[in-house]
């Protein structure tokens, strides 16, 4: 199972900016497709983002056009840049794989996890 690791998370001001990190522990992730999810207090983990190894990508309705997910050019990083942040996103931020090719929005296919960072909005 690939190891996850998540940075970058931290508090912010309405409208600023931050930039999530993950880092898996092998090579062969570069293969799968890496999504972010987030889960609020007293809510689901629903899914933000994805991008396979051909840098596809998909987003979740409420953060297009604001987030960017990206891969490093060791393919075994990839980052969630957010701009102008709301308060609506504050919630713990979980990096995932999944063995797949199409980037997928589907919590059910990401079979490894990373421990989440928490990332605070402030009004």
């Known amino acids: 199972q690939v190891q996850l690791v998540e940075s970058g998370g931290g508090l912010v001001q309405t409208g600023g900016s931050l930039r999530l990190s993950c880092a898996a522990s092998?090579?062969?992730?570069?293969?799968?497709?890496m999504g972010w999810f987030r889960q609020a207090p007293g809510k689901e983990r629903e899914f933000v983002s994805s991008?396979?190894?051909?840098?596809?990508?998909r987003y979740a309705d409420s953060v297009k056009g604001r987030f960017t997910i990206s891969r490093g050019n060791a393919k075994n990083t990839v980052y969630l840049q957010m701009n102008s942040l709301k308060p609506e996103d504050t919630a713990v931020y979980y990096c995932?794989?999944?063995?797949?090719?199409?980037?997928?929005?589907?919590?059910?296919?990401?079979?490894?996890w990373g421990q989440g960072t928490q990332v605070t909005v402030s009004s």
């Open positions: 092998e090579r062969t992730f570069s293969t799968y497709v």
């Open positions: 991008i396979n190894w051909g840098s596809t990508t």
């Open positions: 995932a794989a999944a063995r797949v090719v199409i980037p997928t929005t589907r919590l059910s296919d990401f079979g490894s």
